[in-house]
């Protein structure tokens, strides 16, 4: 509103948004600067938690000594053994010998002259492998080679006898061949009916030709013998699975297994980086930068002082478990640099993994007192529901609503201020208005009296 009635001209609209402004500006300060203080704390509490949960989810490849019972192994000769170990596996040099690999027995039926179309028959064979047998019911129209064929592929009880058909010279001729390896899993075809030339037993075998015998692998292992029903061989060296790939009777394939260093060595690093990428964190937001005179949002901060103390204790601490040579991160090569952070000396630690890799095991995994046993389980009470972070965190949280209630009650209130300027200079102006007004009448009725002239 402006009045401008009879002289009067108050721009009340104006003057009372610039009146409420200057009432205002105090408080939306003192508000903006709470509310940067406790949202620089929450970014900053939030850092801290997600630095700490994955620096401990780092950990949990190192935390128990099975995070070390990795095992390599190596084949002199990778064409007739390779080998796989688990943690059970004890490191050795084991000399292997493979006389005959496992195989899968094929048969082949005499020929049928009129080809896949030639009718054999009426009734019902049953097949069966190893300790497993079904049976199929051959008969008019369905009972031609082919469809003995298929009915013996479609059985849904199949125990793994696979039936093709060979057109030769001769004729046809049914194959089954066996998709199990092992001389427990040999084929037999008994019949009822008239299907007498389709059979295959352990007492009648004219009806077909072997092709492949159904046989065991036989291996020499440190001079024992051992057979397998399968190419893979496992419990004849505890914790070691061997591949059989060729048969080669005579020669003698060295088969190594060691611990993984490699693997090892590789989650210490990822240790390390987890750790550095953690202090880098820490630094961030409890230092200060002299270069641009700017502090962390945390410096001074007793829970962050205290956490990385904590830690810091933690990884200079020797473990007692693990032996007399490397009982601390400095004896494996890993030391502290000027910044805080770690570095790697690969050559020591090396050296530490060959000479005792169940001590360093033992440095990192042991279930009491091992570094990143003992780092995993303190991270864990800080990170807890109810520790420190997470009841600053609630605060802050709480603080930053009650900031916004804050600003909700400053509009409420600045809107009833507006309200009653409005109103008093509302009136004002119409005050003014009306004085104006008589002013003006006065003016003119003066200005109309008779003019007295002096003489």
Known sequence: MTGVVGGSSIDVNSL????????????????????????????ATSALLGALSSFQS????????????????????????????TANAAPGRYDIEVERLASAQQISSVAFPAGATSVVGNGSLTLSLGGSSFTVSIGEPGNTLADVRNAINSATNNPGISASIINAADGAHLVLT????????????????????????????????QLRAAQDALVHVAGY???????????????????????EPGTTVGVEVVYDKA???????????????????????????????????MLGDAMLSSIDSEIRR???????????????????????QKD????????????ALANDFDGVSRLFGNPATGLAARLHEQIGDRLA??????????????????????????????????????????????????LSATSAYLTQQIDSLPKWSSD
């Open 16 to 43: 009372v948004s610039q009146l409420v402004a200057a009432e205002r500006k105090p408080l939306d300060n003192q508000l903006a600067r709470a509310t940067q203080r406790v949202s620089t704390q929450i970014s």
């Open 225 to 247: 013998s051992a057979t397998s029903a399968t190419n893979v061989v496992t419990g004849v060296i505890d914790g070691v699975s061997l591949n059989l790939e060729s048969a």
């Open 178 to 209: 066996s998709t199990k390896t092992g001389a427990a899993n040999a084929i037999q075809v008994t019949q009822s009916g008239t299907l007498s030339q389709l059979e295959y037993t352990s007492t009648n075998q004219a009806n077909y030709t």
């Open 58 to 85: 780092a950990l949990n490849g190192l935390r128990t000594t099975t995070a070390f019972s990795g095992r390599s192994t190596t084949s002199t000769n990778e064409d007739i053994v390779t080998a796989t170990a």
């Open 314 to 336: 933690t990884l200079s601490s020797p473990v007692a478990e693990a032996g007399d040579v490397y009982q601390t991160l400095a004896a494996i090569g890993i030391t502290t």
């Open 385 to 434: 529901d109810g520790a420190a972070i997470d009841t600053r965190n609630e605060s802050l949280l709480s603080e930053q609503r009650a900031l916004q209630k804050k600003k909700e009650d400053i509009d409420i209130r600045m809107s009833m201020v507006q309200q009653t300027y409005l109103k008093q200079f509302t009136r004002l102006d119409t005050l003014l208005s009306s």
């Open 340 to 351: 805080g952070t770690l570095s790697i000396d690969e050559t020591k630690l090396d050296t």
């Open 263 to 297: 693997a090892a060595k590789d989650k210490i690093k990822g240790f390390v980086a987890a750790y550095n990428s953690l202090r880098g964190m820490l630094t961030r937001l409890g230092g200060y930068d002299s270069a641009s005179k700017t502090a962390g949002p």
